[in-house]
Every structure is written in C-alpha cells, then in structure tokens.
C-alpha cells in the first residue's frame, strides 16, 4: 500500500479517444489506510453503482382503469459493486482505509467502524474537449465539471483533462468475498458496499435542497417541457 505510487502495478498508459465513454478513462478514488491523501485504486475489473426508488400510481374510484398521478416515494441507499484482483499487500479493505490484510488485524465486516467515501472521474476524451466542450456555457463548465486530480499537462489541450466526478459518501460494506479456484490461480475478490449520499463533489451539499434546479421545470422559461405540466 506505501509503495503505491512506486509500483509497476499502478502505472498508466494511454487510452483511445472517443466520443463513447470508455471503462478506461473511469477512475475510481478512495484514501487507502497509511495514506492522507485519496489515491487511485487499482486493477478494478469491474465498478459499477445503482439506485432506486418506487412510483406509486394514483388512481380515483369511479374514473375506470386510468391513472391520475405518479407519486416517486423516497429513495433507496445507492448500491456499490466492485471486483478487483487481490494483491498480497493490497485487497479492497486496505484501500478504502482500514488496516487489513498485510497492514493489520482487520479481516471481518464485524471490524470496520467507520465509513469510507469512493470519488469516481470520468475523464473526458480529448476529441470532445476540443470540439463540443468549448461549445459549452462557461457557467455549466465550472458547476458540472472539475479538473482532474491525476491527470499531469501533456495533452493536446494544453492543460489539465476535465472529468465529471461522482462522490459517493458514507459508504459501508454489505459483502465482501474472495474467491480462490484451482482451475484459476488470479485470486479475485468481490465488494458490496451502501452509500448514504452521491453528489458531483464540486456542489457544496447544502445546494442539493428543495430549490435544486434539475431540469424539465415548466415554470424555467423552456418551453419544451411544459407539456407535461399543462396536461396534469
């Protein structure tokens, strides 16, 4: 884990450029235990989160087979998956910050006190930075993106590579398991963790309240959206 940085393992090459997003060019952050800085986790084979919530119809007696409204009821802790090799003085634990593994006694669930906070950057692929990106509204460039905080100035750009970051907060483990077969001897482990809150991790959390602008408002002045609005 201290040798990180110095290790063959966590190099980083180049990936293509295109309009598509790439798994490639998806970093995923935390603060690995012995470090106070967040850092790259690496050889992730998977990354993935999800969250949902139910919609509840509302229907009238007497108005036959139709519904009056939708209803969205509270939504459900985001979902984390992750799969990563296992590295003999690297596992998962270690790198979201707890002294496990090859660093100290930690090796239950029963064990993790404290939460930990995952940072995922989409970094944007050049081709799209030199041609939309400078499209855009300068206001939308500061509040929807930030600079990326591994990336160093040798790019055709010029500069540092933006990416769209997602931070997901408070984050406890549900599962954890490694899996050790004898017709594959790459040992592999698989993380399933809960997130209390996910932000863009520029916006102060106090802007994500009741006044949060998130589009199709029909009161906004686009009237694209309005439709929906005058139908109900």
């Not at 040798?3 to 180049?14: L, M, P, V």
Request: glycine share 8%; net charge negative; proline share 3%.
């Amino acid at each position: 884990m201290r040798t990180q940085d110095k290790s063959y393992i966590y190099y980083k090459g180049a990936s293509p450029n295109t309009r598509v997003a790439l798994s490639q060019k998806n970093k995923i952050y935390s603060k690995p235990y012995g470090s106070s800085k967040i850092l790259q986790i690496g050889v992730v084979s998977s990354f993935s989160y999800n969250e949902s919530r139910n919609i509840s119809p509302v229907r009238g007696v007497g108005f036959g087979d139709r519904l009056q409204d939708l209803v969205p009821s509270v939504t459900e802790p985001v979902n984390i998956s992750m799969n990563r090799t296992l590295l003999y003085t690297s596992s998962i634990a270690q790198e979201v910050g707890y002294k496990g593994g090859s660093d100290g006694i930690v090796r239950s669930l029963r064990h993790h006190k404290w939460p930990f906070d995952i940072r995922s950057e989409l970094v944007f692929s050049e081709l799209v930075m030199n041609t939309d990106y400078n499209d855009m509204d300068p206001s939308f460039k500061s509040k929807s993106f930030a600079t990326d905080s591994d990336q160093m100035a040798g790019n055709n750009i010029g500069g540092g590579v933006l990416a769209i970051i997602t931070m997901l907060h408070t984050c406890w483990f549900s599962s954890l398991s490694v899996n050790f077969t004898s017709d594959n001897s790459t040992v592999a482990e698989d993380a399933n963790a809960v997130a209390m809150d996910i932000t863009d991790g520029v916006t102060s959390i106090i802007e994500y309240n009741d006044l949060l602008e998130s589009g199709n408002n029909p009161f906004n002045g686009d009237k694209a959206y309005a439709g929906w609005y005058k139908q109900s």
